[in-house]
């Protein structure tokens, strides 16, 4: 079953555009995807280690695990 998606209208600079349609082709679909989905990765791990503290990456699923039972 494929999600369904949302279409959004963005603005980025010339040159911006212009590198990642070089890169990526014309899916800038899929490449914004991927980056808003890395993004937000980035930033919940951010916010749960001022949260938490500091965490080795080998340790973090371990933790999250723990505090999600």
């Given at each position: 079953?494929?999600?369904?998606?949302?279409?959004?209208?963005i603005?980025?600079?010339?040159?911006?555009?212009?590198?990642?349609?070089?890169?990526y082709?014309?899916?800038?679909?899929?490449?914004?995807?991927?980056?808003?989905?890395?993004?937000?990765?980035?930033?919940?791990?951010?916010?749960?280690?001022?949260?938490?503290?500091?965490?080795?990456?080998d340790?973090?699923?371990?933790?999250?695990?723990?505090?999600?039972?």
């Open positions: 079953m494929t999600a369904r998606a949302t279409k959004l209208s603005t980025v600079p010339p040159d911006i555009a212009e590198r990642v349609r070089k890169k082709g014309n899916n800038l679909s899929a490449f914004f995807a991927e980056a808003a989905e890395e993004k937000l990765l980035q930033d919940a791990l951010a916010e749960y280690r001022r949260i938490r503290g500091s965490v080795p990456a340790d973090f699923y371990d933790t999250a695990e723990a505090d999600a039972a």
